[in-house]
């Protein structure tokens, strides 16, 4: 299993921009490559959602609506790391971001598929 720590959240204001990191450790690096992986979130009283994953090797991307255009997800298989680079911050941004990986090569947009989490980190957008 890969284990999986976020950095990078904060406070903002409307229109700046953020970037999350995802630290993969726990096997090598030839292996952590070999998972895809995205990043989710979850506002106060909803449910955890997709927000952008990437393929085991960065060749493939998708992104929920809402932040297409926004943020841009994408990977350093040589430093273990994912990151998300997030644009022109709305308050509907505001929610805890997690990463996550999965056992397989391509995108996944579905988050039962993915079996490693990390613990989150909090981003707030105020107006």
């Known amino acids: 299993q890969v284990q999986l720590i976020e950095s990078g959240g904060g406070l903002v204001q409307a229109g700046d921009s953020l970037r999350l990191s995802c630290a993969a450790s726990g096997r090598t690096s030839r292996t952590n490559a070999m998972y895809a992986m995205g990043w989710f979130r979850q506002a106060p009283g909803e449910e955890r959602e997709f927000v952008a994953a990437?393929?085991?090797?960065?060749?493939?991307?998708d992104y929920a609506d809402s932040v297409k255009g926004r943020f841009t997800i994408s990977r350093d298989n040589a430093k273990n790391t994912l990151y998300l680079q997030m644009n022109s911050l709305k308050p509907e941004d505001t929610a805890v971001y997690y990463c996550?990986?999965?056992?397989?090569?391509?995108?996944?947009?579905?988050?039962?598929?993915?079996?490693?989490w990390g613990q989150g980190t909090q981003v707030t957008v105020s107006s």
């Open positions: 990437i393929s085991w090797n960065g060749g493939n991307t």
């Open positions: 996550a990986a999965a056992a397989h090569l391509g995108v996944i947009r579905s988050r039962q598929s993915y079996t490693s």
